[in-house]
């Protein structure tokens, strides 16, 4: 079993539609990164969470710590977000830049 | 503000040849960390650098190296290539503590041939 899981794998929508990606995690962490990466490899980091809730403009991602799972949210999908959804965790306060990774979501939106 | 930048972008080598890879971090940030993305195992974390020293050190063989250099920015070496070496090396930037945001390279395809 991966130290990292997400669902789906992959995920077709239509545009406009309200979009869920789910990170479930066995270990301790002391944070958690949501990535996107597009087609070329570059990599964004979108939200990096320890607790809690950030939004940044359509995007929302969650974590709930005593239940080691967070979500990304897409609300009003659109064709420009179809890429890769990466989540990464971070396992304590000494573990500084090394993450582990989940296999990823690979999201496309329809026109 | 300059973003992480990673050379060469592209590269093609032989096997039981060696290469190094160079990223240079936004300017400030004195962390860098790389990462080797491949089909089958997905992304995985390699090392971390901070102050030029290594602070971290994922699961591979000991002909993966890198370094730090005084000015942060970070070469990586793979010595003796394999086939199974190609893949996406990307190297990302961060201020430092963990709970710094992470910048991203567009990464170095390396082709082992």
């Known amino acids: 079993k991966n130290e990292v899981e997400q669902s789906p794998q992959n995920l077709t929508a239509q545009e406009g539609e309200f979009i869920t990606i789910n990170c479930s995690y066995s270990v301790g962490i002391s944070a958690l990164h949501w990535l996107q990466q597009h087609p070329g490899g570059g990599i964004v980091s979108l939200f990096m969470l320890s607790s809690g809730k950030k939004k940044h403009g359509r995007l929302i991602a969650t974590i709930n710590i005593q239940e080691k799972h967070s979500s990304l949210h897409i609300t009003a999908s659109h064709p420009r977000d179809s890429a890769v959804y990466i989540c990464?965790?971070?396992?304590?306060?000494?573990?500084?830049?090394?993450?582990?990774f989940g296999e990823g979501t690979q999201l496309t939106v329809n026109p | 503000k300059a973003g992480v930048t990673q050379t060469p972008r592209y590269l093609i080598k032989t096997r039981g040849q060696q290469v190094t890879l160079s990223c240079s971090p936004i300017s400030g940030h004195r962390s860098v960390s790389w990462y080797q993305q491949t089909p089958g195992q997905g992304l995985q974390f390699l090392f971390e650098?901070?102050?030029?020293?290594?602070?971290n050190k994922g699961n591979f063989p000991g002909r993966f190296s890198g370094r730090q250099f005084s000015n942060s920015r970070s070469e990586m070496n793979v010595s003796t290539l394999e086939l199974g070496d190609s893949a996406l090396y990307l190297c990302?930037?961060?201020?430092?503590?963990?709970?710094?945001?992470?910048?991203f390279g567009n990464g170095t395809r390396l082709t082992v041939t």
């Open positions: 990302a930037s961060s201020l430092g503590p963990s709970n710094s945001p992470l910048h």
């Open positions: 990464a965790v971070i396992g304590g306060e000494t573990s500084g830049s090394r993450l582990t």
């Open positions: 650098y901070f102050s030029e020293t290594q602070r």
